[in-house]
T-cell receptor, first 109, second 111 residues
């Protein structure tokens, strides 16, 4: 089945720790995105990538980093610099429409 | 600042009724307006989308109405069913790219 796989489904971060969220797609899409979802705020764009080995900051990139070494993979690292990381993180791929994974819920220990 | 404003924040409708969600935008460069449906613990899924050269698009019980001059678009859910209970997001983009999302509307359909 074609789709987007995000893992893990739940993740806990300790103070001062970096954590990495995985996103894999087998839709052969060039474009991939990371969004953060908070209650009542919709989805906000963290980073996006139009092609392998290239990515751009979105609206709320501070405290996050990404890489795009393979077309099918776009991992997101939530660094210790992100002071309020508790949120639902969504990965997407494609253009008009974008297809979404089922998210990773990150919480602070 | 939020480029797409969505209302209401939540609504309750009886089974068989009509749900209406409204969105407004400022950027006249937007050329693609999708609506997404999201269930708890899941990612959003595309419901229906429209481009500004069309004033209305219907797919089953879901209809988008688009008013280019007013920079507004809305989603109508006809004959609402309990399975339609979800959060709905409007969005907008230009040049096939970054989506700007509304804040979402939680729809509850009472049986």
């Amino acid at each position: 089945d074609g789709g987007i796989t995000q893992s893990p489904k739940y993740l806990f971060r300790k103070e001062g720790q970096n954590v990495t969220l995985s996103c894999e797609q087998n839709l052969n899409h060039d474009a991939m995105y990371w969004y953060r979802q908070d209650p009542g705020q919709g989805l906000r764009l963290i980073y996006y990538s139009q092609i392998v080995n290239d990515f751009q900051k979105g609206d709320i990139a501070e405290g996050y980093s990404v890489s795009r070494e393979k077309k099918e993979s776009f991992p997101l690292t939530v660094t210790s610099a992100q002071k309020n990381p508790t949120a639902f993180y969504l990965c997407a791929s494609g253009r008009q429409p974008q297809h979404f994974g089922d998210g990773t819920r990150l919480s602070i220990l | 600042q939020q480029q797409v404003k969505q209302s209401p924040q939540s609504l309750i409708v009886q089974k068989g009724g009509i749900s209406i969600i409204n969105c407004a935008y400022e950027n006249t460069a937007f050329d693609y307006f999708p609506w997404y449906q999201q269930f708890p613990g899941k990612g959003p899924a595309l419901l229906i989308a429209i481009r500004p050269d069309v004033s209305e698009k219907k797919e089953g019980r879901f209809t988008i109405s688009f008013n280019k001059s007013a920079k507004q678009f809305s989603l109508h859910i006809m004959d609402s069913q309990p399975g339609d209970s979800a959060t709905y997001f409007c969005a907008a983009s230009f040049n096939d790219y970054k989506l700007s999302f509304g804040a979402g509307t939680t729809v509850t359909v009472r049986a």
